[in-house]
């Protein structure tokens, strides 16, 4: 089974983004799927008869919470798993992407190819369960929890190599503003023509750009 899965804890994201996540993969893909949610709170979720959610497993009052989402005993262990950050926003068909069944797979970062991006990944439970038991509080990283995949899987499958012009990044392939041109790494370029999924980092933010013709269109 294909088990979609997200992350919403404090007050950064609104309900909202939830709602349109589900959304986003529903209209988009022919697969089955389930979806669940882990938050520290669920009110306001809309789509919440069709939105499983479940505790935070690991509550670090930090983007170091994701790491919880690693355990094995929290799905089925043939369920491929499939996590977005809520600021992902769904543009074109998923079905391609659904079919990946590796042990794990996570988004080279735009700026630096020898580093990690983890607003999308894929994995199978029992593969990743390590990056899970091997955490201890109080761990830091520079990078984050992205930092803490680099060290504990270093050879990941790759997003921009499987799937190669269909997952971009908002500020670097849409937006532009001279990313590409900082990056020291060749880009998939891609556009909103090849994409199935756009991914944010930092700002703006997707409620911030929800103007833009695009985003009327998809992100809904």
Same mark, same amino acid.
């Given at each position: 089974?294909?088990? %979609?899965? %997200?992350?919403?804890?404090? !007050?950064?994201?609104? *309900? =909202?983004? /939830?709602?349109?996540?589900?959304?986003?993969? !529903?209209?988009?893909?022919?697969?089955?799927?389930?979806?669940?949610?882990?938050?520290?709170?669920?009110?306001?979720?809309? =789509?919440?008869?069709?939105?499983?959610? @479940? *505790?935070? *497993?690991?509550?670090? $009052?930090?983007?170091?919470?994701? +790491?919880?989402?690693?355990?094995?005993?929290?799905?089925?262990?043939? #369920?491929?798993?499939?996590?977005?950050?809520?600021?992902? &926003?769904? &543009?074109?068909?998923?079905?391609?992407?659904?079919?990946?069944? $590796? #042990?794990?797979?996570?988004?080279?970062?735009?700026?630096?190819?020898?580093?990690? $991006?983890?607003?999308?990944?894929?994995?199978?439970?029992? @593969? &990743?369960?390590?990056?899970?038991?091997?955490?201890?509080?109080?761990?830091?990283?520079?990078?984050?929890?992205?930092?803490? %995949? =680099?060290?504990?899987?270093?050879?990941?499958?790759?997003?921009?190599?499987?799937?190669?012009?269909? +997952?971009?990044?908002?500020? /670097?392939?849409?937006?532009?503003?001279?990313?590409?041109?900082?990056?020291?790494? *060749?880009?998939?370029? $891609?556009?909103?023509?090849? @994409?199935?999924? /756009?991914?944010?980092?930092?700002?703006?933010?997707?409620?911030?750009? @929800?103007?833009?013709?695009?985003?009327? !269109?998809?992100? !809904?």
């Amino acid at each position: 089974m294909i088990h %979609c899965i %997200c992350l919403k804890f404090g !007050t950064k994201y609104s *309900p =909202e983004y /939830v709602d349109k996540l589900f959304r986003g993969i !529903t209209r988009n893909t022919s697969k089955e799927f389930l979806f669940t949610c882990f938050t520290d709170n669920s009110s306001g979720i809309l =789509e919440a008869p069709n939105i499983n959610t @479940a *505790p935070l *497993p690991l509550d670090t $009052g930090d983007w170091f919470s994701k +790491i919880g989402l690693y355990a094995a005993d929290l799905y089925d262990p043939v #369920d491929q798993i499939f996590y977005f950050d809520l600021d992902t &926003v769904i &543009v074109g068909d998923l079905d391609r992407i659904f079919e990946y069944s $590796g #042990d794990f797979i996570i988004l080279r970062d735009p700026y630096n190819k020898h580093r990690y $991006g983890s607003g999308l990944m894929s994995w199978r439970p029992h @593969a &990743v369960n390590h990056m899970f038991k091997n955490f201890t509080r109080g761990y830091t990283n520079r990078r984050g929890d992205q930092g803490w %995949c =680099e060290e504990q899987y270093p050879n990941a499958d790759i997003w921009q190599e499987k799937y190669p012009n269909m +997952i971009i990044s908002y500020k /670097v392939h849409i937006k532009g503003s001279g990313a590409i041109h900082n990056s020291n790494w *060749p880009q998939h370029y $891609g556009t909103l023509d090849t @994409a199935s999924i /756009v991914y944010f980092h930092g700002r703006p933010m997707p409620h911030e750009v @929800a103007h833009l013709p695009w985003m009327r !269109t998809h992100w !809904t």
